[in-house]
């Protein structure tokens, strides 16, 4: 969850560890640091509270010098968000930075408090520097003193370290946490993904689990879990810096939603063949010889997840069992090699996402990954890999990369249905063409925006947003409520509308701000009759709909507001671009961080 990086060269590292530190930032951003081995042989420290800023001016008051640096930027487990909490941590010469969670380290601690080592963090990472320290101090080398701490370490960890008495290397080691080497010209680098390095280096060694690296200027030694030096292979990363700029728009957000019409063309453009009219799906699974689908994710992908179990039944007639992973991997679920798993997640890299996945496959079904991140240990894990071409997204709240994942799942599911003999070459075509015209609807939808900005700022004082929808617009209710709770701050649930009678119904009081979605179909009478319930009772609704929906429902809603016309099947990924609209005009007129909502982080690599 937080994000590491490191260089090893001949030329001033401290502000270029900052630079690293900023691609890295939508790991964490709740503290920052950088250790740099100076030319003295001293090991310096630069540690703040707070955003990469702070730390960038800590380093302008009181700079550092020195080629060989590590550097840290954090989402607190362990400890509150404090500067003594932030790594990089130190003991005697060594420095250290950890991302994961070392699960035994409270028996560690009370080991090396018996030792004399004295703490001064609350973080679980410490222990690492003092466990190398203590390895030094009792006549070990620092290549003995890492693999000896490292070989006590349970739970997850990604970590990078140094020694000033032994400069001019870094020591690296993997395990349940993303790590990559990178190698430079007569520079080397360790970074938690290759988006650090992007500037520096395209070459890249994703390292393995139970992998340990020795980085220096000149290239880098791996060995495996057992200690045996191995080769792994050097691969050019895609990752490109620069990217993270927000052109004419106030927020990551507001651009990323905007994006959305080039998102979902491009992924689109990547799974129907258009001048064929057909689903370039059949080689990610044999879909006529799936029994079931299990289908994992967490949070927005998860949503994701749910949507396309509607498509992928009625498409497909393929059954769809979802569950969130942090639930599923736990829950010792029946897979069997008859079922495929399908796993969705916009990063990659989410822990509990990735657990599933490795437990599938140990189930010995056959696994998909639907990821946004091509160098991701989801995607390098999973046996198919069916990319979203979201591009990078950078706010925390995931928009683009939703739609995109909803773009990449219908025509899976479509496929799915034609190599099943659902659909016949006829019925393909037609919906090739149809799927297709999603870009021109989600641009469509956004025109909404003035009118769902005149409507946020009704909602900047509400207490409680309730979220409704029926069918495929339950999940969008579910994201809509996720969407506003994680930006603005304001407390929100998404329902069935059909549940609303069975308790939710009580909590709505004079002016209570009820958002529905529901385009005209064969379920909108249903919904309505729930409009009418909860209006009767005081809710202010906003109804996200249709021109023929709007007509049906005369003026029964306190606000409308409208979408295209659209075929049934890519209405949800036209109708979540309103709800994230909603959403973040409401935070952006409260005023919130949009971007990095507090406690939060993009990537979360910690279960
Ligand atoms: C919410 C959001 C999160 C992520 C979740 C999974 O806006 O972004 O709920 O969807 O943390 O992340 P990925 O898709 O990277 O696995």
Known sequence: MCGIVGIVGANQVATRLVDGLRRLEYRGYDSAGVAVLTETGDLK????????????????????????????????????PTEDNAH????????????????????LRDELLAAGFIFQSQTDSEVIAHLIASGIKSGLNMDEAFSAAVERLRGAYALAAVNAEEPGRIWAARAGSPLVVGIGDGEGFVGSDSLALAGWTNRVIYLEEGDRAVVTSQGARVFDSDGREVVRPVQISRAVAGFADKGEYRHFMEKEIHEQPDAVARTLARYVDIDAGRFRTDALLDWANVDRLVATACGTAYYATAVAKFWFERQARLAVEIDVASEFRYRDPVISKRDAALLVSQSGETADTLAA???????????????????????????????TEAGPEIGVASTKAFTAQLAALVCLAVGAGRARGVLDERAERELARVVLETPRLINMALAAEP??????????????????GRGVFHPLALEGA?????ISYIHAEGYAAG??????????????????????????????????EVSARGAEVIL????????????TAAQTVMMPECPEIVRPLVAAVPVQMLAYHIAALKGTDVDQPRNLAKSVTVE
Not at 359 to 387: F, K
């Open 357 to 387: 996945l490795r437990y599938c496959r140990q189930m010995g079904s056959r696994t998909l990954a639907v990821v946004n991140v091509a160098e991701s240990s989801i995607a390098r894990e999973a046996d198919a890999v069916a990319m």
């Open 544 to 555: 996200i709909t249709d021109s023929r929906g709007a007509e049906e429902a005369d003026n």
């Open 482 to 486: 996720l969407k506003l709770k994680e």
């Open 499 to 532: 549940e609303l009678k069975h308790g939710p119904i009580a909590l709505i009081e004079e002016g209570t701000p009820v958002v529905v979605t529901a385009p005209y179909d064969g379920l909108f009478s249903k919904t309505l009759s729930n409009i009418q």
């Open 88 to 107: 990089p941590h130190a003991s005697g010469p060594v420095a250290i930075v950890h991302n994961g969670i070392i699960e035994n380290y409270q028996i």
């Open 45 to 80: 420290r630069r540690r703040a509270r707070g955003k990469i800023a702070e730390l960038e001016a800590r380093l302008a008051a009181d700079p550092l010098d020195g080629g060989v640096g590590i550097a840290h930027t954090r989402w607190a487990t362990h400890g509150a």
């Open 451 to 468: 009118e769902i900005e005149r409507i946020a700022h009704r909602l900047t004082a509400a207490r409680d947003v309730l979220y409704v």
